[in-house]
């Protein structure tokens, strides 16, 4: 039993590494709505960096549909405060533009109307979440930019997690306290507040960083193990077996961390 646990801590010890961040930029990326196109527009992101990643200004990476003159007025572009093009640029006239690897934290969005053969461009942004939504109005006095993050959807997913944790927990206590359970009501309280602080974590590592099953295995089981000896010291003053008690708060919350491993691996948007 010793070795069997010894080796599980060593296993989760060694997957803390992949959750310092260093292998995120891959999955971040910025996504800008752009509203109020007129004929065919092509849209590119200027870093403020030399290069983001994989990204730089030495290799051309523009799209082969896009035409040789659309080309040479990207590459001929200055930019005023000495921001970088990465050679790289989409047609836009749908009204998206998406970055989805590496995109640079520092940017500015720049367009370019075909019809016009002019360009616009906003003012210096930065990055704000892994996903880091925009949306971009074309105006006659320019463009006019905002955060699109959807802040409403967020904070119902974290309420749909921390329901299905602390529901969880509290049913399996019951089923093996019943009566006495239910007059410790700070047994209840303490599994809501666990399962919020819990969710709280997940919801701010998400928006920055992305919570996968990467940062599940490697982050969440710390927590865990520390809330099961304060169950266990919690239970014990009702039921007066400590056996029990580690029975029943080794099992709630191995059961929540299974279920939620198979809730982050397969609906992977309820941890966005």
């Known amino acids: 039993m010793?070795?069997?646990?010894?080796?599980?801590?060593?296993?989760?010890?060694?997957?803390i590494v992949p959750s310092l961040g260093l292998f995120n930029g891959y999955y971040q990326e910025t996504t800008v709505e752009i509203e109020g196109i007129s004929g065919t527009c092509y849209g590119t992101l200027l870093s403020r960096e030399p290069g983001s990643g994989p990204w730089n200004t030495k290799y051309d990476n523009a799209p082969t549909y896009a035409p040789d003159s659309v080309k040479e007025a990207f590459k001929e572009y200055d930019d005023p405060d000495g921001y970088y093009y990465f050679n790289y640029f989409e047609d836009v006239t749908r009204g998206l533009l998406r970055w989805d690897s590496y995109p640079p934290e520092d940017f500015k969005v720049l367009l370019y109307i075909e019809d016009t053969q002019t360009f616009m461009s906003t003012e210096a942004l930065h990055r704000y979440s892994l996903a880091s939504p925009f949306k971009v109005q074309i105006t006659e006095s320019g463009l006019v930019v905002k955060k699109n993050y959807d802040y409403l959807t967020f904070f119902l997913r974290f309420l749909c997690?921390?329901?299905?944790s602390a529901s969880l927990a509290i049913l399996i206590s019951l089923f093996y306290c019943r009566r006495k359970f239910i007059r410790a009501k700070r047994f209840i309280v303490s599994n809501i507040i666990f399962h919020v602080l819990?969710?709280?974590?997940?919801?701010?590592?998400?928006?920055?960083?992305?919570f996968t099953t990467v940062e599940y295995i490697s982050t969440l089981w710390l927590p865990y193990l520390i809330f099961i000896f304060v169950q266990c010291y919690l239970y014990n003053k009702v039921t007066?077996?400590?056996?029990k008690s580690f029975l029943i708060a080794t099992t709630a919350d191995l059961v929540v961390y299974a279920v939620g491993f198979i809730l982050v691996d397969n609906i992977p948007q309820l941890f966005m």
Do not use: E
């Open 2 to 15: 010793k070795n069997i646990l010894t080796k599980t801590l060593i296993i989760m010890l060694i997957a």
């Open 161 to 164: 997690r921390v329901l299905i």
């Open 198 to 210: 819990v969710n709280i974590y997940i919801s701010v590592f998400s928006f920055y960083h992305g």
């Open 240 to 243: 007066d077996d400590i056996q």
